[in-house]
């Protein structure tokens, strides 16, 4: 998968609106934009952050290089272990004309030394929403983790696996989102999902976020 | 064995006094995917974990666990804390990995949880 593709897929699909939201990097998100803009697809841009307690938390942002900046943060606070591409794969950033330009150093699938909430409130102080991703998805989904959703105000925006069962109770009074949670181009989802927006941009999806 | 001598047996720390500290601990438990204990925890149970998520603690209480143990010297945050203290929760915390808690529990004779 490069930004690329993932743009140009989501182009066949006739979506409208795609998030973007790389493991603790947020490097490829340029490219992704420039695909978006080539396209004619909206990008949001995002980064899927890992907390201490393995819960995987998705944050938004209005503007490409706040996000940069921000997974930079996120990067620095990763543990300094080294990926091994032989069992990870190879965190590849792709750069101008869908070239590899570089590898993240650092193994992306761990967790950064804050907690869910800390992260929350992190994100929310960068400007950004903190979404809680696949919150019904075994150990790194919150309710696997945490066992229940902390109550709100907090997180009033959930994603939840379409494909799992989740409890109603775990998502009362919240905003469900659903996404594909692509890590291969063909799990990249049809059209099937929609947010009440005024227009199909990523401006107003963050906008309605961030409201919530 | 009950919960003050449990202390002293894993060289604890109190962070926090239970209601009674000689409760008596009905059986030994290591986990730390919170969902996990949810579905088996079980009442006087002397719970191991390294997550100090709030949530540790409002399940300990929700299951009438005897204690939490924090291991390898991993403290509540501000806001966990401040629960265990309005729950009157017994924590915990050792220096020792969950490993070695558990060995040390088991050694002296504390059950592991009823099927």
């Known amino acids: ?212 | 064995m009950n919960i003050q001598e449990l202390a002293v047996l894993l060289n604890a720390t109190i962070a926090q006094e239970g209601e009674d500290m000689t409760m008596p601990v009905s059986c030994g438990y290591v986990c730390d995917l919170l969902s996990w204990v949810l579905a088996h925890g079980q009442k006087g149970m002397a719970w191991t974990t390294v997550q100090t998520h709030v949530n540790v603690v409002a399940i300990a209480v929700l299951m009438e666990m005897a204690c939490v143990i924090l291991s390898e010297g991993n403290q509540l945050d501000m806001a966990s804390l401040a629960k265990a203290r309005e729950e009157k929760l017994a924590v915990l915390v050792t220096a020792k990995t969950s490993y070695e808690v558990c060995g040390l529990m088991m050694r002296a004779g504390i059950a592991p949880p009823q099927a």
């Open chain 1, 1 to 212: 998968m490069t930004p690329w593709n993932i743009v140009g897929m989501a182009k066949v699909k006739g979506l409208d609106v795609i998030a973007l939201t790389d493991h603790n990097c947020a490097r490829n998100l340029p490219q992704a934009m420039l695909a978006g803009r080539a396209y004619g697809v909206q990008v949001l841009a995002g980064i899927e952050i890992t907390a201490k307690e393995d819960v995987h938390l998705l944050a938004y942002f209005a503007d490409t290089e706040a996000a940069v900046a921000f997974g930079e943060e996120v990067y620095t606070r990763l543990p300094d272990i080294t990926n091994r591409a032989d069992l990870f794969g190879n965190q590849i950033i792709i750069g101008d004309d869908d070239e590899p330009v570089g590898l993240a150093q650092k193994l992306l699938l761990n967790a950064i030394d804050l907690s869910a909430d800390e992260i929350d409130a992190w994100v929310c102080a960068a400007g950004g929403v903190c979404v809680p991703a696949h919150i019904n998805r075994g150990a790194n989904g919150m309710i696997g983790a945490l066992g229940l959703m902390p109550p709100l105000p907090r997180f009033p925006v959930v994603e939840v696996c379409q494909q799992l069962n989740c409890s109603p109770d775990a998502v009362k009074g919240r905003l469900i989102l659903h996404a594909s949670d692509a890590h291969q181009l063909a799990d990249i989802a049809e059209q099937g999902f929609s947010l009440d927006v005024p227009a199909p941009t990523a401006k107003h999806v963050f906008d309605y976020l961030k409201q919530r």
